[in-house]
């Protein structure tokens, strides 16, 4: 007799009621855990699964009857396989605790008004913040972007000329300005402020040999001068007066020698309100028996009687950045934004440097820039933004591997190796701290890399505005410093 299917009672023993029958198993089940809901839900549902478990194996040998089939089949039906179970979560990797706090370092009242941010370049985590999504003035850190902007739309390789042409009236000559600055009136071979600047002396001697070469020239007499290839206002409106006193800045125009010093070899010097008759000056005195000069433009098409050009952008970003050159920044700002067709005036700039940083990816949204120099309060660039270009920067994308290489550093170049900076216990990151630093009557500013004590790469921008002083370079410096010596361990707390 087969077992599995046989519903009659073994030989010698009582009938066993089927499990729904009166008396039968799950009768017996609720009579022993009483009238409780329990019960209930164990008669639909429980007993069910127990039937299908080891409990229904003993269940079937004591009654001889398998679970009914139906029964059987909705259980299984009801029952998750493994394809349909669902499955958990993958585990989150586990986020390292960063425990170097810089926070009473980020606390000291020197800091002003602190905005900062710190990135770690490798892995694009926000490692500390305190504003760091508020666009605010940025002194001389403008200049990173603008430097930026200009190699990208300029190149590196890029140069500003200088020429002369014949004029349309017999003895004339026009000197057009093509936004060269840095065009020297120092005897050639002997250098001022800029390295591998063109000289006036130079395009003299060319104009002179190709006028007397034409038998037919009467005597060169007159000197128009062409400046218009900048427009607009020489001065910035939101400029203080005293930095073109005090020698940091000149009027902005085509046509300058030496970046209109009084002195062509000290970096800081006063500088006239006059920059293009002073250039027109110097040219008429190499020139010789020049008897008028005068503001004008050059006739279409007149014939070229010599040209001079610029050092290279890549040397004047260099000389932008590591001494904080605000005329050269501005040259370059007018630069971009007459390639890129945005204009030739201050009204220009901010389109044509926001242009020339659209290709490297980083949102510029809220990025307001009235110079190139940094010199306004107008500016407003959040310090996240900075932290995001330098991540950039510090991987040398691009053509920014030349403005790298032109930044100051700690304790060894430019004005970060000044007597007043990193010193103390600073000094320990020297060599180390890679920034452009920046200072208005406003505030004080610092952004750039760090090369971390623990081998991380961090970029970061620090402004210390307000109501701040000269000491709030060293409270900046102390910060930075703090950063080096926290490195990927930094806490934003």
Excluded at 6 to 31: K, N, Y
Aim: proline residues 6%; aromatic residues 4%; hydrophobic residues 40%.
């Amino acid at each position: 007799m087969n077992e599995e299917t046989d519903d009659a009672s073994a030989p010698g023993e009582a009938p066993v009621p089927p499990p729904s029958a009166p008396g039968g198993l799950l009768t017996r089940l609720r009579a022993a855990l009483g009238s409780h809901r329990v019960a209930t839900a164990l008669g639909a549902g429980a007993l069910g699964l127990l039937l299908l478990g080891g409990g229904a194996l003993a269940v079937g040998a004591a009654l001889r009857t398998p679970p009914a089939p139906v029964r059987v089949a909705q259980t299984i039906a009801n029952t998750p396989t493994a394809e349909s179970r669902p499955t958990p979560e993958a585990a989150a990797a586990p986020v390292a605790l960063r425990t170097c706090s810089v926070a009473e370092l980020a606390a000291d009242s020197r800091l002003g008004e602190l905005q900062a941010q710190v990135v770690n370049a490798g892995t694009g985590e926000v490692l500390f913040d305190r504003g760091g999504a508020t666009p605010s003035r940025t002194a001389s850190v403008m200049k990173v972007l603008t430097s930026a902007a200009a190699l990208a739309v300029l190149g590196p390789d890029y140069r500003a000329t200088t020429t002369v042409v014949k004029g349309a009236e017999p003895g004339t000559a026009v000197l057009v300005g093509g936004g060269d600055v840095t065009l020297s009136r120092t005897p050639s071979g002997d250098e001022g402020v800029y390295p591998g600047a063109a000289h006036l002396d130079d395009l003299a001697a060319q104009v002179r040999a190709a006028w007397d070469a034409d038998p037919a020239n009467p005597p060169l007499t007159r000197l128009v001068l062409d400046a218009s290839s900048f427009g607009g206002e020489e001065w910035q409106p939101s400029w203080n007066l005293k930095e073109r006193d005090d020698g940091y800045m000149s009027n902005i125009a085509a046509l300058m020698v030496d970046g209109d010093r009084d002195d062509p070899y000290s970096n800081t010097s006063s500088r006239s309100d006059d920059p293009v008759g002073r250039a027109g000056e110097a040219f008429a005195a190499e020139l010789g028996g020049i008897e008028t000069i005068e503001r004008g433009t050059a006739p279409a098409g007149a014939p070229p009687l010599g040209a001079v050009s610029s050092p290279t952008v890549a040397q004047l970003v260099d000389k932008a950045l590591v001494v904080s050159d605000n005329t050269v920044a501005e040259m370059l700002a007018r630069l971009v934004a007459i390639e890129t067709g945005a204009g030739n005036d201050f009204g220009a700039i901010n389109a044509g440097v926001l242009q020339g940083l659209a290709g490297y990816g980083v949102d510029t949204a809220g990025i307001v820039i009235v110079d190139g120099s940094g010199l306004s309060d107008d500016n407003a660039v959040p310090p996240a933004y900075l932290t995001r270009l330098f991540q950039k920067i510090a991987a040398r994308e691009g053509q920014l591997g030349v403005l790298l290489d032109g930044l100051p550093i700690a304790g060894e170049r430019g004005s970060l190796s000044y007597d007043d900076r990193f010193t103390g216990d600073n000094a320990v990151a020297d060599g180390q701290v890679i920034a452009k630093t920046g200072w208005i009557d406003t505030g004080y500013t610092l952004a750039g890399v760090v090369h971390a004590a623990d081998g991380a790469t961090l970029t970061f921008a620090i402004y210390a505005l307000g109501d701040v002083s000269d000491d709030a370079k060293q409270a900046i410096d102390t910060l930075a410093t703090g950063f080096y010596r926290c490195g990927a361990q930094l806490s934003n707390r």
